[in-house]
């Protein structure tokens, strides 16, 4: 088999994976697309506020990677239940989400009221601006606060749309995603500066619309689930019982909670990455936090493709496809590769444009231009390993994952970053890339991993 007919497909092929990657592209483009906005509307009133809430996202993102964990695992069986239109599968795979993301819920919101201040003030540098510092603090404290009323509605959407992409279906979630920005959008504009006689609200209002904008992407994912049981026959008495069989509750939690410490692990390592990071001061913080807003809008290729080898690699193990599988899997990666390549280098001629859309100082500026170019070099490196990591999810070697990412993580990552951070003199754009060339080492892992076949299991199979 020559090299073109080894990694890419044909015309099918590609409809096949857009079918499934571009309503997910579109709603991660659209929802990165209105974070930057929010971002910009923040950072216009200040460096302060904005950095306030990239903190508090930042401690966030460990919740809600905690939910795509636990999700992810039981995902597994998910996709490969639907591979095989085992519907009672499925219906026990929904409860056994519900479950284990309530039990995340209460001990999140726990952990965020009794230690926020305490978590935000860990990110808090800088020698000779201690009134900025406390102003930072008090904007995290105050956005805090009320983005804990937006975590139940989030953690139920997720329940819902996760399940519903799993059987193939991203249009619907994609369109809940779309007006949920939308929602945001419009409410951060009202909010944040007060226009059309809404109060002037600052951080408060942007934390007000994403909670109310959450509640509304919810009820449109839920609302449609239930009123299409044609289209999702696994909704039929879903909740008729709120039995989970033992077997599969074991099955579940053998392979499934491996990769739900996985992502507690890999969002805490990259949240203390961050803090080693945020040593260089509060302007390393702001710039940090415009480049990686930035550079997530045109992650979406790579993040799409991820989950179209979650799905379709996921159906065609459950099918017992394994050939297929290999040779769909190979493809996806190299597209997910190359696509990265040719957006990294638009990013990297494009980088100095986007800070100046942001009202801070022009060292501010300067920094988060670099930090984009480096994070655009990074793309196709990043764009490897997310596929390489959902091509071993998807056939539940989620032990292989959990020490390839959030293990290599702890262990390489964070001492280098912790040693270069505090011990050397190293500029932050110089940090950030020698910390993010470690990836390289797992790039070589994953790669032989991937090969090797280790991942062609079913596991739902009788």
């Known amino acids: 088999m020559n090299i073109r007919k080894k990694l890419f497909g044909d015309k099918a092929f590609y409809r096949m994976v857009l079918g499934v990657t571009v309503p997910i592209m579109i709603q991660n483009g659209i929802t990165n697309f209105v974070g930057l906005l929010d971002n910009i509307m923040v950072g216009r009133i200040g460096t302060e506020q904005m950095s306030g809430i990239a903190i508090v996202n930042q401690l966030l993102m460990v919740f809600n990677l905690a939910i795509f964990g636990a999700i992810s695992g039981v995902g597994i069986f998910s996709a490969q239940?639907?591979?095989?239109?085992?519907?009672?599968?499925?219906?026990?795979?929904?409860?056994?989400?519900?479950?284990?993301?309530?039990?995340?819920?209460?001990?999140?919101?726990?952990?965020?009221?009794?230690?926020?201040?305490?978590?935000?003030m860990l990110y808090l540098h800088g020698e000779g601006n201690d009134q900025a510092l406390q102003a930072t603090l008090a904007y995290g404290k105050e956005y805090l606060w009320v983005m804990l009323a937006g975590l139940f509605p989030f953690?139920?959407?997720?329940?819902?749309?996760?399940?519903?992409?799993?059987?193939?279906?991203?249009?619907?979630?994609?369109?809940?995603?779309?007006?949920?920005?939308?929602?945001?959008?419009?409410?951060?504009?009202?909010?944040?500066?007060?226009?059309?006689?809404?109060?002037?609200?600052?951080?408060?209002?942007?934390?007000?619309?994403?909670?109310?904008?959450?509640?509304?992407?919810a009820a449109v994912v839920i609302v449609w689930t239930h009123r299409n049981p044609d289209?999702?026959?696994?909704?039929?008495?879903?909740?008729?019982?709120?039995?989970?069989?033992?077997?599969?509750?074991?099955?579940?939690?053998?392979k499934g909670t491996p990769l739900m410490f996985n992502e507690i692990l890999w969002s805490a390592g990259v949240a203390i990455m961050t803090q080693c990071y945020s040593t260089r001061g509060l302007d390393a913080v702001a710039a940090l936090n415009i480049s990686t807003v930035i550079s997530n809008l045109f992650n979406v290729v790579f993040v799409a493709m991820g989950s179209a080898v979650s799905i379709i690699v996921g159906q065609l193990l459950g099918a017992g496809k394994m050939e297929e599988a290999m040779d769909t899997d190979r493809k996806l990666i190299a597209f997910a590769v190359l696509s990265s390549v040719a957006i990294g280098a638009v990013v990297v001629l494009l980088a100095p444009l986007f800070p100046q859309l942001y009202n801070t100082s022009d060292e501010v500026k300067r920094l988060a231009a670099l930090l984009l170019r480096v994070?655009?070099?990074?793309?196709?490196?990043?764009?490897?390993?997310?596929?390489?990591?959902?091509?071993?999810?998807?056939?539940?070697?989620?032990?292989?994952?959990?020490?390839?990412?959030?293990?290599?993580?702890?262990?390489?990552?964070?001492?280098?970053?912790?040693?270069?951070?505090?011990?050397?003199?190293?500029?932050?754009?110089?940090?950030?890339?020698?910390?993010?060339?470690l990836d390289l080492i797992k790039c070589v892992i994953g790669y032989i991993l991937v090969k090797k076949g280790v991942w062609l299991n079913n596991i739902v199979a009788e």
Not at 397 to 422: E, M, N, Q
């Open 81 to 120: 239940f639907f591979g095989c239109k085992n519907h009672q599968g499925v219906r026990h795979t929904l409860r056994f989400k519900i479950y284990v993301c309530m039990g995340i819920l209460v001990l999140g919101i726990f952990a965020l009221v009794a230690g926020g201040e305490q978590l935000i």
């Open 155 to 217: 953690v139920i959407e997720e329940v819902y749309a996760s399940t519903l992409r799993e059987g193939g279906e991203t249009k619907v979630p994609m369109i809940a995603g779309v007006v949920a920005v939308l929602v945001n959008l419009a409410l951060n504009y009202l909010l944040i500066f007060g226009k059309f006689g809404f109060p002037e609200l600052g951080v408060v209002g942007a934390a007000i619309a994403t909670v109310i904008s959450r509640y509304v992407q």
């Open 231 to 254: 289209k999702m026959p696994f909704i039929v008495g879903a909740y008729r019982e709120l039995r989970v069989p033992v077997q599969l509750t074991w099955n579940i939690t053998k």
């Open 375 to 437: 994070a655009a070099v990074c793309m196709p490196v990043f764009a490897f390993l997310h596929t390489t990591y959902f091509t071993l999810r998807s056939g539940g070697k989620t032990i292989i994952t959990f020490l390839f990412d959030s293990v290599f993580l702890w262990c390489v990552s964070i001492p280098v970053a912790y040693v270069l951070s505090r011990h050397t003199g190293m500029a932050i754009a110089a940090l950030y890339l020698s910390c993010q060339m």
